[in-house]
């Protein structure tokens, strides 16, 4: 099976700008999640999808968003960019997005805000 | 609110000695816990995981760590390190109830020759 696929890998983008970042989870799973990984802060839950409802957030403003689709590939959306969005955003998918179930983490997309 | 403690942001360690990475989590309840490395320019691979099956759990690469509920402790192991275990490794929580991953900052393991 393929893996967790991301796109782009890279993104340069200045402030004020949108940009939006896909993720393909592996077939068959339904649940995908989006992290956010700095040095400051480490890696953060961003939101989780389900069958193309968000099901959990995290603590970050609304300039941050997402969806998914009904193949559950997801995208997520970050409006009105900051330097300190500068990060790595990583994907994961598991089958139904249980407690105990391994999530799978696609290689990121690294974006920098100038 | 849930935490995981990870001691140490960096460890040193000679090739083919011990390697110990702490992880300490904060909870009432039982936990589920992960163990995963990140290659420079990579995503996260699972090296183990907890589910409550056995107190000891074996993952890939030779590592392994014990859950002791006492200590609130997930600490992981490899009794002989390679240069290739080099990498920064994450310990994280997951409790019942669809709540996400809550990771710890990151351990950073240097593999000296």
């Known amino acids: 099976k393929a893996g967790v696929t991301q796109t782009p890998r890279y993104l340069i983008k200045t402030r004020g700008q949108q940009v939006t970042l896909s993720c393909s989870p592996i077939s068959g799973h339904r649940s995908v999640s989006w992290y956010q990984q700095t040095p400051g802060q480490g890696l953060q839950f961003l939101f989780e999808?389900?069958?193309?409802?968000?099901?959990n957030k995290g603590n970050f403003p609304g300039r941050f968003s997402g969806r998914q689709f009904s193949n559950s590939r997801s995208e997520m959306n970050v409006s009105t960019l900051e330097l300190g969005d500068s990060a790595l955003y990583l994907c994961?998918?598991?089958?139904?997005?249980?407690?105990?179930?391994?999530?799978?983490f696609g290689p990121g997309t690294r974006l920098l805000v100038l | 609110a849930q935490s995981v403690t990870q001691l140490g942001s960096h460890v040193s360690v000679s090739e083919g000695a011990l390697v110990l990475l702490r992880c300490n989590y904060s909870s009432s309840v039982p936990p589920y816990l992960f163990w995963y490395v990140q290659y420079p320019n990579q995503g996260l691979q699972l090296l183990l995981k907890?589910?409550?099956?056995?107190?000891l759990v074996k993952g890939i690469n030779g590592f392994e760590a014990e859950f002791k509920k006492s200590e609130t402790s997930f600490h992981l192991t490899k009794p002989s390190a390679h240069m290739s275990d080099a990498a920064e490794y994450f310990c994280?929580?997951?409790?019942?109830?669809?709540?996400?991953?809550?990771f710890g900052k990151g351990t950073r393991l240097s593999v000296i020759a």
């Open positions: 907890y589910t409550s099956a056995a107190t």
């Open positions: 994280a929580v997951s409790y019942s109830g669809n709540t996400p991953l809550v």
């Open positions: 994961a998918s598991s089958q139904a997005g249980l407690d105990q179930e391994t999530q799978y």
């Open positions: 999808y389900f069958s193309e409802t968000q099901r």
